[in-house]
């Protein structure tokens, strides 16, 4: 019984070691590869604390956007249509103004960004590091850019290749290739914030 315990851990980690996925469908490799660049970031830096305010951001707007629609929907349940109207109308334009915020704040705030984390330096300072990722419909084109936020400036680099590059020709995804490029381009921004 202890061996078959023993086997059924040396399986699961086996399958731990790999993703594999539909390398056929463009979003799918998006997210693997984000969460293998999120995963190569955080793996070797344990000074880096992750942040969740821009996902937290996002959660509070969709909440408030549900209560919204639930108040609507239990007002009109308990206080039947010509009733209700007013409180209806409050409620659509309330739930759609929430939506407008919501899509701005994806779109020109988050932009793409899956990993947000801070880093305190010896001398007191807080520095915010930004992992952002874009592949278009239909293209191979894999972009990350890794910004680093400080109180005096703001520096990022990127970097562009075919999702080739990071997956194999049977959808597994490559994680020491990765790991590799978020190295170079993390030691990039490292180099030039030691210099200044």
Same mark, same amino acid.
């Given at each position: 019984?202890?061996?078959?315990?023993?086997?059924?851990?040396?399986?699961?980690?086996? *399958? #731990?070691? *790999? +993703?594999? $996925?539909?390398?056929?469908?463009?979003?799918?490799?998006?997210?693997?590869? #984000?969460?293998? +660049?999120?995963?190569?970031?955080?793996?070797?830096?344990?000074?880096?604390?992750?942040?969740?305010?821009?996902?937290?951001?996002?959660? !509070?707007?969709?909440?408030?956007?549900?209560?919204?629609?639930?108040?609507?929907?239990?007002?009109?349940?308990?206080?039947?249509?010509?009733?209700?109207?007013?409180?209806?109308?409050?409620?659509?334009?309330? %739930? *759609?103004?929430?939506?407008?915020?919501?899509?701005? @704040?994806?779109?020109?705030?988050?932009?793409?960004?899956?990993?947000?984390?801070?880093?305190?330096?010896? &001398?007191?300072?807080?520095?915010?590091?930004?992992?952002?990722? #874009?592949?278009?419909? %239909?293209?191979?084109? %894999?972009?990350?850019?890794?910004? !680093?936020?400080?109180?005096?400036?703001?520096?990022?680099?990127?970097?562009?290749?075919?999702?080739? &590059?990071? $997956? #194999?020709?049977?959808? !597994?995804?490559?994680?020491? @290739? $990765?790991?590799?490029?978020?190295?170079?381009? %993390?030691?990039?921004?490292? $180099?030039?914030?030691?210099?200044?």
């Amino acid at each position: 019984m202890l061996s078959a315990a023993v086997l059924k851990d040396e399986k699961s980690e086996q *399958f #731990d070691e *790999f +993703v594999k $996925i539909n390398k056929w469908d463009g979003t799918a490799v998006k997210h693997a590869l #984000d969460d293998a +660049v999120k995963n190569a970031l955080f793996a070797t830096r344990p000074h880096l604390k992750e942040q969740f305010g821009l996902i937290n951001t996002r959660l !509070i707007l969709c909440t408030l956007a549900v209560g919204v629609a639930v108040m609507a929907h239990g007002w009109d349940f308990t206080h039947p249509f010509p009733e209700s109207k007013p409180v209806l109308m409050f409620c659509v334009v309330g %739930y *759609f103004a929430l939506m407008g915020v919501l899509t701005l @704040h994806t779109t020109f705030r988050e932009k793409g960004t899956f990993a947000v984390a801070t880093e305190k330096m010896p &001398n007191g300072e807080r520095r915010l590091w930004e992992a952002s990722s #874009d592949m278009k419909k %239909y293209d191979d084109k %894999y972009t990350l850019v890794l910004s !680093i936020k400080d109180a005096k400036s703001l520096k990022e680099t990127s970097s562009v290749k075919s999702c080739a &590059n990071f $997956i #194999d020709a049977n959808g !597994i995804v490559l994680d020491n @290739h $990765i790991a590799n490029e978020v190295n170079r381009l %993390y030691n990039t921004l490292s $180099i030039e914030k030691k210099e200044k």
